[in-house]
């Protein structure tokens, strides 16, 4: 089936009504023969609004946007332009101020902070930049930890832990403490705990920042590696252009709004140059 791509989330409509077409392909997915497709991330009208006394920050300014079931894509963008914010909205790790986010037509904004924890315990995967691997424990117990904590039994839990490690290089690594390590393989370890749980999708905050080129490039191609053989949905917040060029599309953020979900490396390198 061949689908037509364009932002934001799918509601029923009525195909008989060309006008209601031309607003559900605004809006969402739908094939050339007008069946609808539902992504895996969708998002209207996402207003995230930071209030400091009288100062009132607009993080986010109504954000509309698709992704599809096993994209791999990059979101880039100026310092400041909303990148993060945008990627803690759609997770649930932030609440937005006003608009609807939907992850596998499960809408997160009307889930009370408990349910959107237990959801990202379930369907999410977390890499972050500065690993938050726990010191004390060992790789495989920094794996382990979040299927202990879903109350998996510690025999089940050690094995898949060690089958994440075995699939990015790390077996032979496995009781070893994270100081011991060098940054790539701890980041490693934090995509192995990323995909313990199977998640449908992996958000990742600026993955490569803190690791040079060489490193990089394998993290990279690590995770493209696990996007196809599994199937699972990233969604990458980066400034390297290398990152986004190896990414099946870019979204080009500037000042809390997307200004092209389709960007060219080139030119969201030039926007991330001329404002800092």
Known sequence: MVVARTAGPIRSCDLSQGTNNVKYRAL??????????????SCQDVVKT????????????GITLGIEKGEMVAVMGPSGCGKTTLLNCLSGIDDVTSGKVEIEGS????????????????????????????????????????????GKAPRSARNSALELLETVGLKDRAELRPASLSGGERQRVTIARALVNNPALVWAD??????????????????????????????IVTH?????????????????????????VTTVCQDIIARG
């Open 50 to 61: 930071y209030v400091t006394g009288d100062i009132r920050v607009e993080a986010l300014k």
């Open 240 to 264: 390297d252009p290398e990152v986004g060029m190896k990414c099946d599309r870019i979204i080009h953020m500037r000042d809390g709004e997307i200004v092209n979900e389709n960007g060219k």
């Open 206 to 235: 600026e993955p490569t920042g803190d690791l040079d080129k060489k490193t990089a490039d394998e993290v990279v191609a690590l995770m493209r590696k696990l996007n196809k053989e599994n199937e699972q949905t990233f969604v």
């Open 107 to 150: 809408e997160l904004t009307e889930m009370d902070d408990n349910a959107k924890t237990r959801f990202r315990a379930r369907r999410m995967g977390f890499i972050f930049q500065f690993y938050n691997l726990l010191p004390v424990l060992s790789a495989v117990e920094n794996v382990e930890l979040p299927l202990l904590i879903s």
């Open 28 to 41: 969402g997915y739908l094939s050339v023969s007008g069946e609808r497709t539902l992504p895996i991330i």
